[in-house]
């Protein structure tokens, strides 16, 4: 028999943002990986095995998913949002080229998912209508120098920024040093989304200002989007507003 | 009665891409607009009406849904890939803060979907797992000299690129311009990666290296996804390599 290993995305929250591809994925695979709550998200059927870990486990959990797939099984590893932003993708990937050159044979899928960003800004309006860039500020697997730079070079070219990984215990600065040095560029204007536990029923949408974005809370579950000096806010009565980013821009070099 | 406007992803090429949120919001809709490639995509249900429109009149389309809309329709507007990437959620923003004030009261709602990026790193393996960013090469909405900018900041930073609408016959140069621009940041051994077409029966996957990217053909059909210095590649016997950007990095600044 020969294994497979299918790599899914669920996107953000419920089951509302399942790919039909991702349905069929799930539905016919034998055996279950993923973080914990991931894979309480998915129905369960008879005869599939679910090997659930904690969130901190990426490395052994690919391997582990790896060596079940090279005995014979058709294994799903279930990832949040999209398995290739900053999730389980690269881990395999990772885990496949430092291991046994046969994994290299291994049948291997991704299956694409909606990732916190595109359900975020589809809540505020299209702050993501022109040239936008997505940038983990977790440094725990890369230098805050670069981080820095990264910051520093897309707000000051005018791109749109997302920001994965926002804030941890572990991490409780970095976040207003990122506002900081944004303001050495952009007016204090500038929309800032905050979308929290998007697609959940907790879930909650707070659009501020650069100049006040750093009086609100965030946490790991909290995906920001920094506009730039175009992004537009339109009030609305009784409603949230719309905040976007036109498609045109002047055509005066910025 | 009360009308309403969504804004729907339909993800690219077949149905496979499909949210179940896209599915229903389909479903439940009385009239349908959009591009008409797109609207051949969707499955007819009776009595709902489709306008299917020319793809260079977004501001025409996005103004006569919101028209009928106001009238208490019911109405989606459908678009390839997320309708907040580069396609028509930002188009019906503009279109309601210039519109009557009255447009501003409307229920409008924005379901995601899978964008182009999305699927071809998904194809390749992982070559968005690190920071990266998006970027349309199409000088149509913006100067040339904005988006020089923005690829000299985003390659010298250390950004994956992934290049939307990387040509035209209007914008036959742009491309090949863009690699020479890559190439005064980045060795001529990084990867790229062409995706055409992805989830339709004619998809092609090309992995090359930005040395010789200007020798492959690409069209507005094309994704391209120019990696980074991190970004590596998985030689693998009798199938495509798998691309990817691993989750870590040296913590060496760059």
Redesign the interface.
């Known amino acids: 028999m020969s294994g497979r290993l299918s790599v899914i995305g669920l996107?953000p929250g419920d089951?509302?943002?399942?790919?039909?591809?991702a349905?069929?994925a799930l539905h016919i695979a034998d055996v279950l990986y993923g973080y914990g709550p991931y894979l309480d998200r998915v129905p369960a059927r008879d005869g599939q095995s679910r090997h659930p870990s904690d969130n901190r486990e990426?490395g052994e959990r690919a391997r582990s998913a790896l060596r079940h797939a090279m005995e014979g099984a058709h294994v799903a590893m279930v990832s949040g949002g999209?398995?290739?932003?900053?999730?389980m993708?690269?881990?395999?990937?990772?885990e496949?080229?430092a291991g046994p050159p046969a994994w290299?044979?291994l049948d291997?899928?991704?299956?694409?998912?909606?990732?916190a960003m595109?359900?975020a800004?589809?809540?505020a309006?299209?702050?993501?209508?022109?040239?936008?860039?997505?940038?983990?500020l977790s440094d725990n697997?890369?230098?805050w120098?670069?981080i820095e730079?990264?910051l520093?070079?897309?707000a000051?070219?005018?791109?749109v920024i997302a920001l994965y990984n926002p804030v941890s215990k572990a991490r409780p600065w970095q976040l207003s040093h990122a506002f900081a040095l944004f303001s050495r560029h952009l007016p204090g204007t500038v929309p800032v989304i905050f979308s929290r536990a998007v697609g959940r029923p907790d879930e909650s949408l707070t659009v501020t200002t650069l100049a006040t974005a750093g009086e609100v809370a965030a946490d790991m579950a909290t995906l920001i989007i920094v506009g730039s000096r175009e992004t537009?806010v339109?009030?609305?009565?009784?409603?949230s507003p719309?905040v976007?980013?036109?498609?045109?821009?002047s055509?005066?070099?910025?």
């Open positions: 996107g089951q509302r943002y399942l790919t039909q591809e349905v069929n990426e999209d398995p290739g932003v900053f999730a993708a690269a881990s395999v990937c990772e496949i080229e290299r044979n291997v899928s991704i299956v694409p998912g909606i990732t595109l359900a800004a589809a809540r309006g299209a702050p993501l209508g022109h040239d936008f860039c997505a940038l983990s697997l890369k230098p120098e670069t730079r990264r520093d070079a897309a000051d070219a005018g791109f537009r339109i009030a609305r009565q009784g409603k719309l976007y980013t036109p498609r045109a821009m055509k005066v070099p910025a």
